[in-house]
């Protein structure tokens, strides 16, 4: 009797073993987070709110080495490099997806910053009597900002400030506008005349500088093509007037612990892998992009906001395009995306046409890239010489 007995619970014993062995694990109350690491928890979260085909959850072996081998052999339909390989593509895809939607919201939605009340009363535009420049001082005069025009034509600014007085006259704040005229490719007289602009806006509550001035090449060139004048012309204009002009104005923003500078760059340097033919103007463009990425760095704390604007085409003299098109828009359109991008990112490209120039071009390989832009630049090279050879037969 006592024999049976011992069998019976003998065979119980050995039964209750067996049933714990089949046993799955305790279960958490979230699914798929049972004592897994951060990258786990998060991959299988991510795998939970998007269900995959064939129920391809990160729960596999390869991430959790401590799974329970029943619950492996039950979670892992595929094999752990396929799972894995799935995981790093959702989180690309979520990735660009969340790129996607704040592009389409700051190239259309974002609302404007308040330039006035925000960062003073005044703007100073450079180069602001053609192209971007005069179109960026309507803007800001819309914005109700008061204008320092600077540009190196007195009749061109007289003509320009007088416009806009017209046409704010009959807003509520009819637009205040100052001229200033310098020739920033004045070798002698370049420090003088910027140190006479900062003496002229002292106590001005500038809130605004637009470095907008600038030179191009006339038309596409080979380097060894470049006269030794062009090239420091461009690096005046391009380089040493816009370091100086912002010196000039930052001392006052930083005494009201406020302001915004915003630098015209250029796809050229910020956009292109490379700017063949245009190695001196894209290389002063370079140098405008990242004083503007440094200062923007050094400043945000002091309450001012430094940007590159780096565009692509606008149809303007120097870019000698007469009608504007979907990918070369006209300044008014250009300006209306670029104050709206004034005090937001540190390097940006404010109209959407050019922002999707930039993507194609990040994802184009740069050898695709670096040949289709030198085969362009070759166009214009050959234009400009036909274009300069009719003129010499006249
Ligand atoms: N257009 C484009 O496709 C394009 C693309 C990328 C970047 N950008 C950049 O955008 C900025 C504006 O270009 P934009 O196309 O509007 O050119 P724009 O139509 O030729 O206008 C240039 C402005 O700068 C002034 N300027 C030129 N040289 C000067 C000097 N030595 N001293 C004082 N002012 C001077 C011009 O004065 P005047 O009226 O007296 O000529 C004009 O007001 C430049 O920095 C350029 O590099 C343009």
């Known amino acids: 009797m006592l024999q049976r007995r011992s069998k019976v619970a003998l065979q119980a014993f050995n039964l209750t073993k067996l049933q714990r062995q089949a046993a799955p694990p305790p279960t958490h109350p979230l699914p798929g987070l049972y004592k897994q690491p951060p990258l786990v928890a998060l991959s299988s979260s991510l795998t939970h709110s998007f269900p995959l085909p064939n129920r391809l959850a990160v729960t596999s072996a390869f991430f959790r080495p401590q799974a329970h081998p029943h619950h492996m052999a039950g979670a892992s339909a595929q094999p752990a490099w396929a799972q894995a390989l799935a995981a790093v593509g959702l989180l690309i895809a979520s990735r660009a997806a969340t790129c996607l939607a704040l592009w389409l919201y700051a190239a259309f939605l974002r609302p404007a910053k308040p330039l006035r009340r925000r960062y003073g009363a005044w703007a100073v535009v450079t180069g602001a009597t053609d192209g971007i420049g005069r179109a960026l001082a309507f803007e800001l005069a819309s ?24 046409r704010s006259s009959s807003s ?10 310098i020739d920033f490719d004045d070798a002698d007289g370049l420090a003088a005349s910027v140190d006479a602009l900062g003496e002229s806006i002292r106590g001005l509550d500038v809130g605004v500088l637009v470095n907008n001035a600038g030179r191009c090449y006339p038309y596409a060139r080979y380097f060894h093509e470049v006269s030794e004048e062009l090239t420091r012309s461009l690096i005046r204009i391009n380089v040493e007037a816009v370091t100086r002009v912002t010196h000039a104005v930052l001392q006052g923003m930083v005494e009201r612990k406020r302001g915004a500078v915003v630098n015209i760059g250029s796809g050229a340097a910020t956009i292109l892998p490379s700017d063949p033919l245009y190695a001196v103007y894209a290389a002063t463009k370079a140098y405008v992009d990242q004083f503007s990425r440094s200062l923007y760095v050094e400043y945000k704390n002091k309450g001012i906001d430094v940007q590159c604007q780096a565009p692509m085409y606008v149809a303007t003299k120097m870019a000698s395009i007469r009608k504007p098109s979907l990918f070369a828009p006209s300044p008014e359109d250009y300006a209306r995306a670029a104050v709206r991008y004034i005090g937001y990112e540190p390097r940006c490209t404010p109209y959407w046409a050019h922002s999707l120039v930039w993507f194609l071009f990040s994802v184009l390989p740069e050898s695709v890239a670096d040949r289709y832009v030198l085969n362009m630049s070759l166009g214009i090279r050959h234009k400009g ?3 300069d050879a009719r003129k010499k037969a006249q």
């Open 172 to 181: 509520s704040r009819p637009a205040e506008v100052r001229t200033f005229v």
């Open 385 to 387: 010489m036909a274009k």
């Open 143 to 166: 914005a109700g900002l008061g204008l320092v025009l600077v540009g190196r034509s007195p009749d061109k600014l007289a003509a320009v400030a007088s416009e806009i007085r017209t």
